[in-house]
């Protein structure tokens, strides 16, 4: 499998104490790169690593051994008495992470165990490749344990099964989940299997088989041996399947898989390929920027999960936000677009309208994959979820997306936030991520965007009187911000006021201030205010190489990060947003190869988890990622599309040090084309699809 043009690769032969994803849309993965599956994970504690179809968790991990076929002799055959390969000596995330290997060196031998998840499949797939240096035929013995431990997502709203029976079928194994509950299937209505390409010499199955290492929870093993020639090599292929509901699914996934193995990893690896270097894709002498870009939008895939409960959706994180949120996807919605994602923003932004339908237009803060509503959602999240469909709809052009989701939007802006408390003028909001949380006078910015975005929106759809009425409370958040938010004394914008619609100064939190989350990115304040404030929060008391920190100086969040670099953008601060885009560059990989990590300690001890301050931090997040083509896009090229007319307009920023930037394949609607800007001026390339009318701002 060797490295395809554009399409980043990771080797690593030390530093192995990571965890990474290997992922499609109907499963992922979350092992680590020295080969074990350790326990981590805290909403299901110790048991968010695994390999996971939504709903269901399927498996703990795979393990190998080869030996001797000699040893032990036959007649002393013990089912636990291995010689396990344990951590391994090189990891590969080949391909943007369509596959990945673990490589051992044993004697003369390199054993490789290589493993990729279907694009669309239930399943995950395992190819043991056995090669010996020597020149004499070899038999050895290949011996692979498989910890089954089925049960559900976290917040699901499902029972897990009480237990596992676990049998013996043609080429493999298949488990049961028993139910413990009346719930509307057979009482194995979870099941997972492994199957294999080629019949195993042995199998033997029970709760006590254990590998290298021991995992939590109550699971059972399947241990399957096969004796092999090596002349020079030798392979044996492995399935891994699962569904919630049917086993007949299970096992046709798995026999479908190992039938059309060579077509679906090429079907993967070309889907890669088309995310890395068909989709918008940027070049800049620095090669630090133009990595993280590529590594962004593949980190957006991995995070894109299909569920038959709900449709295709990004998730926020692994390991342990794997559900369907509200403002951790709207806030990744914009890089999304701009990184040319544009099908699965609409999905993402269906599954979640689809909720908020449900809830009266209240929009969700966070749904498990089985449709479970674990958080209903607070009043910021409708607006912004109404600037993210208004966002879709410049960027796609998409007249039946706008149209299916404009009722939803209607009914939230119109009737749910109407019905939340307001005290003394301002609306409460809640501050917690539950319902029935604290509750205080919320700072209106997300507000007036949202009121913005809604009066075009509703004057695209012929409602001109809720245009006009939209534009009003628009410019009533934009006032009551201005007017009761804005600290003077402090040159900054408080989050909330107190019972005498004061604003609260938290002067004991040298952050308290700062205007990157909401006023600046949002960019509608007046520019004198919001730069006075962007100028406080510089230097060492606040940043460091790798972005802003969220409180003292061993804490950051590389979201927090871009926010701050979109702000500083904003108010034409093109060097300082630049920086911060270089900060939130540096962040990738620091917890996992190729991921943007959700939160860091820069400067911590790297044996816990690779700088994390908190072991509840994801490795991998999806805002974090999603900024790094937002924040480069709108930076550099200042892009305001208009696909339903045909139109887009740009204003290109060439960075003093830098002698050019390109964007390659920039997709608006149906079109896509590209921009080259250096000394001389701006090259517009149309590339396919209609012909857009590109206004060009010197």
Not at 175 to 190: E, T
Not at 332 to 339: D, E, P
Not at 401 to 427: N, Q, T
Request: hydrophobic content about 35%.
């Amino acid at each position: 499998m060797g490295e395809l043009k554009g399409i980043p690769e990771i080797r690593m032969t030390t530093e192995l104490d990571q965890p990474y994803t290997l992922a499609g849309r109907g499963c992922y993965g979350i092992g680590w790169c020295d080969g074990f599956f350790p326990d981590f994970g805290w909403h299901k504690t110790k048991e968010m690593g695994g390999i996971w179809m939504h709903p269901l968790k399927i498996a703990d991990g795979v393990w190998l051994s080869v030996d001797d076929a000699g040893w032990p002799p036959q007649e002393s055959y013990n089912a636990i008495r291995r010689e396990w390969c344990k951590k391994n000596d090189e990891f590969v995330l080949g391909e943007g992470g369509a596959w990945s290997e673990h490589i051992y060196y044993k004697g003369n031998w390199t054993i490789t165990r290589r493993q990729f998840v279907p694009k669309d499949d239930q399943a995950f797939g395992v190819e043991f490749d056995i090669k010996t240096s020597s020149p004499e035929v070899q038999k050895v013995r290949l011996s692979v344990l498989v910890r089954f431990d089925v049960q559900t997502t976290w917040m699901s709203g499902w029972d897990d099964p009480v237990g596992l029976e676990l049998e013996a079928i043609e080429n493999g194994a298949i488990a049961h989940g028993i139910s413990g509950s009346d719930l509307p299937y057979d009482w194995g209505y979870f099941t997972g299997a492994v199957k294999f390409d080629k019949k195993p010499e042995r199998l033997a199955i029970g709760e006590e088989l254990w590998g290298p290492e021991r995992t939590y929870g109550n699971g059972t093993s399947v241990l399957a041996t096969f004796y092999l020639d090596l002349d020079p090599q030798a392979k044996v292929r492995m399935v891994i399947s699962g569904h919630h509901q049917s086993e007949a699914k299970t096992l046709a996934t798995a026999d479908d898989v190992l039938a059309n193995w060579d077509a679906k990893l090429k079907e993967k690896v070309d889907f890669y390929r088309h995310i890395a270097s068909e989709l918008t894709c940027v070049e800049t002498p620095e090669p630090l920027l133009n990595d993280a870009y590529r590594w962004s939008k593949l980190n957006v895939e991995w995070m894109t999960q299909h569920s038959e409960c709900l449709g295709t959706c990004v998730t926020a994180g692994h390991q342990d936000f794997t559900c369907y949120f509200g403002c951790d996807t709207f806030t990744a919605i914009r890089g999304m677009l701009a990184a040319g994602l544009h099908e699965t923003v609409k999905s993402s932004l269906r599954v979640i309208g689809g909720i908020a339908d449900k809830q009266g237009g209240k929009v969700p803060h966070e749904v498990a994959s089985t449709g479970h509503v674990y958080d209903p959602g607070s009043v910021g999240e409708t607006p912004f979820y109404m600037r993210c469909v208004w966002d879709t709809y410049l960027w796609t052009g998409d007249e039946e997306f706008l149209k299916d989701l404009y009722p939803i939007v209607r009914k939230g802006m119109w009737d749910y936030i109407a019905s939340e408390p307001v005290v003394d003028g301002v609306l409460m909001g809640e501050f917690e991520d539950r319902i029935g949380g604290a509750r205080d006078k919320t700072n209106p910015i997300l507000l007036a965007v949202g009121y913005k975005d809604f009066a075009d929106l509703c004057e695209k759809m012929g409602d001109l009187e809720d245009a006009k009425k939209a534009r009003s409370e628009a410019d009533r958040y934009s006032k009551q911000l201005e007017e009761l938010f804005w600290v003077e004394e402090e040159g900054c914008y408080a989050r909330t006021l107190d019972e005498n619609n004061k604003p609260v100064v938290e002067t004991e939190n040298i952050m308290w201030g700062r205007p990157f989350e909401g006023v600046g990115y949002a960019g509608i304040s007046p520019k004198e205010r919001v730069v006075r404030a962007l100028a406080r929060y510089k230097g060492p008391e606040y940043e460091s190489e790798y972005g802003v920190f969220l409180g003292g100086n061993n804490c950051l969040m590389p979201v927090t990060t871009g926010y701050a670099a979109v702000a500083e953008f904003n108010y034409d601060r093109n060097e300082e947003g630049l920086e911060y885009v270089r900060c939130l560059a540096r962040t990738c990989g620091h917890a996992s190869p190729g991921a943007f990590p959700e939160g860091m300690d820069p400067y911590g001890d790297r044996k816990k988890m690779r700088y994390f301050k908190s072991s509840h931090w994801n490795y991998l997040q999806l805002w974090s990622s999603a900024f790094m083509p937002e924040s480069l896009v709108w930076g550099l090229l200042r892009l305001q599309p208009d696909a339903a007319n045909g139109k887009v307009t740009i204003k290109p920023w060439l960075p003093e040090s830098w002698p050019f930037f390109e964007f390659r394949n920039v997709l608006v609607g149906q079109s896509r084309f590209s921009v080259r800007v250096d000394k001389s001026g701006t090259k517009v390339t149309h590339i396919d699809g209609p012909k857009l009318e590109i206004n060009i701002i010197e």
